[in-house]
């Protein structure tokens, strides 16, 4: 392979609704979980919320004014399904697909490949309230007549479609942390609500496929691949136990259509394995062959050990960005993540592993045999802004080492789609509020005119679109 990625690789970047949209009770838009769990004290960063966020709502022709400035090859987004369905079904919001139809029409103008997310954590509050959202079978028929509402809206339009964003990461975090609404603990529920979303996806994709609209379909899971942190035989279990029952648990069910046989068991002997039907197997293997990608986002390793069953459970993250508070945290009896000294880590303590991704890619289309796009990769960064302008060198050297990681694994046979970069400008982050900063494009969230400033990793970025990569591949091109 030549230096260059091929043409028509997409080079994207992406963001998703509630962290930059604003607006929130605009035109008709209903409640979300999140519209209301911001308001609860002390679970967001110093009470963060994106009630106005990058207000993109309002200024998207800007943003996108900017895409074609640096020459963004694909803008992934992700629609609010309170928009389009205030109450979460039922009657349809015209001024909500009005939006997004406006937005896919500017990118298109533009030259920019709308990939659209029909799912990015936004649940609509009337369906959790109705029946506690993901805990109930019923969210899966819902969750398809949403996404057919787009289908029948964009098809035509929008090729790339996302079905679910990180539905191992809302599960984790909303079930088993209490770090996500609706702020649960308990693990057997974060299985449950973990299969139901295996289900809606698989159903959307056999609608989409029955249905006939044109284009590719998958959903997008954060991949973390593992590693152990010695040759002993105690942290080599714990590495396998760590896939069986989180990376190939995760995965095989979208993309395999059932679990892996360990996980199973194990969490079965537990006593909180989901329930699984005949009938969920069969739609669940009909999927995973129908399924086009397999969208991954990556931002770190992990590295794994021994957990004894009286050892770490599943901790608290770094949300204040002072590094150096990486906690050990697992599952006990199964593994516990460590920290890793060959490794650097960000101030917010994620390990920085480009060769991570392409072992990531590499193990993943070995397991699955189907394309995959990166929908997301990023480092978030506390960044300064001096005289107009933001020297964000560790951004570039991060996403040029990852992109590197990418071209290594094309090398390696691996079907690679194209690589979104997380984020266009900057955003809210969920729990860390707007001081992690992840965009190429710097917003100054304490003016309130919000002003749009290019960083120097957009300069980067531009460059590597131009060059389809090449300018990556040499450390003097730096
Ligand atoms: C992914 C999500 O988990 O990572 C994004 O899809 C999120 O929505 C991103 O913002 C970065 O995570 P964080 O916690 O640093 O904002």
Redesign the pocket.
């Known amino acids: 392979m030549s230096d260059r990625f091929k043409e028509n690789f997409l080079f994207g970047s992406a963001s998703?609704a509630y962290?930059v949209e604003g607006a929130y009770q605009e035109d008709g838009k209903g409640i979300s979980i999140w519209d209301n769990w911001v308001k609860i004290d002390g679970k967001t960063f110093r009470g963060t919320n994106g009630e106005v966020a990058a207000d993109h709502y309002h200024r998207f022709k800007e943003d996108v004014m900017l895409m074609k400035e640096m020459g963004l090859k694909a803008y992934r987004f992700s629609v609010s399904w309170t928009r389009i369905l205030p109450d979460g079904k039922g009657g349809i919001e015209k001024k909500g697909l009005d939006f997004y139809e406006e937005l896919i029409d500017e990118l298109i103008r533009n030259d920019i490949e709308p990939v659209l997310t029909i799912y990015?954590w936004d649940l609509p509050q009337k369906l959790q309230d109705e029946y506690e959202g993901w805990e109930s079978r019923q969210i899966i028929d819902d969750f398809a007549a949403y996404a057919k509402v787009l289908f029948e809206a964009f098809s035509g339009k929008v090729k790339y479609w996302i079905i679910n964003?990180?539905p191992n990461?809302f599960t984790q975090l909303g079930y088993l942390m209490e770090l996500h609404p609706p702020g649960k603990k308990d693990m057997a529920t974060y299985l449950k609500t973990y299969h139901h979303t295996a289900l809606a996806h698989a159903k959307v994709v056999k609608i989409f496929k029955e249905g006939g609209y044109s284009g590719f379909i998958g959903s997008s899971i954060?991949y973390t691949p593992g590693y152990s942190a010695s040759d002993s035989e105690e942290d080599k279990e714990a590495l396998r136990r760590y896939y069986e029952t989180v990376n190939w648990w995760i995965m095989d069910i979208y993309y395999k259509g059932e679990y892996p046989k360990w996980g199973f068991k194990e969490f079965t002997r537990r006593g909180i394995a989901p329930e699984v039907t005949e009938e969920d197997m069969v739609l669940l293997k009909e999927a995973a062959s129908l399924a086009d990608f397999i969208g991954i986002?990556y931002?770190q390793s992990a590295t794994l050990a021994n957990n004894p069953v009286d050892g770490v459970s599943l901790g608290e993250f770094n949300v204040t960005g002072e590094k150096g508070n990486f906690k050990e945290s697992g599952v006990p009896g199964l593994y516990r993540q460590v920290y890793n000294p060959n490794l650097e880590y960000t101030d917010?303590d994620w390990a920085i592993d480009p060769d991570g991704l392409r072992h990531a890619l590499v193990e993943i289309t070995e397991r699955y045999h189907k394309p995959i796009l990166i929908s997301?990769n990023g480092i978030?960064a506390f960044d300064e802004i001096e005289d107009e302008k933001i020297h964000d060198d560790y951004r570039i050297e991060y996403i040029r080492s990852h992109i590197r990681a990418c071209h290594d694994a094309i090398e390696e046979g691996v079907d690679l789609w194209g690589y979104c970069t997380?984020s266009f400008t900057d955003l809210l982050?969920?729990?860390?509020g707007y001081q992690?900063r992840?965009g190429f494009v710097f917003i100054d969230f304490e003016k309130n005119d919000l002003p749009r400033i290019k960083k120097d990793s957009f300069e980067f970025y531009k460059e590597v679109i131009r060059t389809r990569g090449q300018n990556c591949m040499n450390e003097e091109n730096l």
């Open positions: 998703a962290q990015h964003n990180e990461i954060a986002n931002y917010w997301e978030g997380w982050s969920w729990l860390n992690k992840y």
